[in-house]
Each structure stands twice: as C-alpha cells, then as structure tokens.
C-alpha cells in the first residue's frame, strides 16, 4: 500500500493516517517509523488528511509536535467525528 502511495501521492483525495494517539489540534503519534511524516511531506499533496483511531487514542492533552509535523484536517473515531480547526 505504501509503496502505491508513494507514487500517486498528487491523484489521491484522500489519505487515512493511523496512529497511536492524536489530540484535538490534529497531531499525532506514530509508530515510530516516519513513512506517513516522510510521505505527507511531499509539496504535490494536495489530499485531506483523515486521522484513525479508537476514541480512547484521542486525548484532551497536546501532543509534543514540531513544526514540521503535519496536522490531520479530520480525526474519526469509534464515538465521534473531530473537524481540527485551523
């Protein structure tokens, strides 16, 4: 999946993201691994960013983020649907 990713990151619409935890403005924790950070930051992406996670990986809290991280638009989760403001 990865791999078709990679190649047809300006065609896509849409990108789900997983991740361990997210908070309220959007950031995340991954698996530690960077290929969704490495991915998302190509400059051709034009895709809405979808976090996916169970709502007890959604906390009140921020998460530490720099600032090259990129924030999800949407997180959805078992319970709700968060729209990340801006």
């Not at 300006?10 to 990108?15: E, G, H, S, T």
């Not at 997210?22 to 190509?42: A, E, P, T, V």
């Not at 959604?58 to 968060?82: F, N, S, Y």
Request: aromatic fraction near 12%.
């Amino acid at each position: 999946l990865f791999l078709f990713l990679k190649h047809s990151y300006k065609r896509a619409d849409l990108i789900v993201v997983p991740g361990v935890a997210f908070d309220l403005s959007g950031h995340r924790i991954g698996y530690g691994k960077g290929y969704y950070d490495r991915f998302l930051q190509h400059p051709g992406r034009k895709a809405h960013l979808v976090g996916l996670c169970h709502d007890f990986q959604l906390i009140d809290g921020a998460i530490p983020a720099d600032r090259h991280d990129i924030r999800m638009e949407i997180i959805v989760t078992d319970r709700r649907i968060v729209y990340v403001e801006k």
